[in-house]
């Protein structure tokens, strides 16, 4: 739902660099290339931010 905060393999914070993976994905640029120019090296942290499905707009209103 939200992205976490922090890695939950390795424990890096990574939740502050998913808002610019998503604009510049949007925007054409490559995933790899993006994750590598935010310093996100680890394959956990990779698979966290390249896998996360942004569903907080669906479940919002049935708070």
């Known amino acids: ?3 976490p905060v922090r890695c939950f393999s390795c424990g890096k914070v990574i939740g502050s660099a998913y ?3 998503k604009k510049r994905t949007e925007a054409g640029e490559k995933p ?11 394959y956990c942290c990779r698979r966290i931010i390249v896998s996360h499905v942004d569903l907080i707009d669906e479940v919002a209103p049935y708070g």
């Open 1 to 3: 739902m939200i992205i």
């Open 32 to 42: 790899e290339k993006v994750l590598n120019s935010l310093g996100i090296k680890r």
């Open 19 to 21: 808002e610019e993976y």
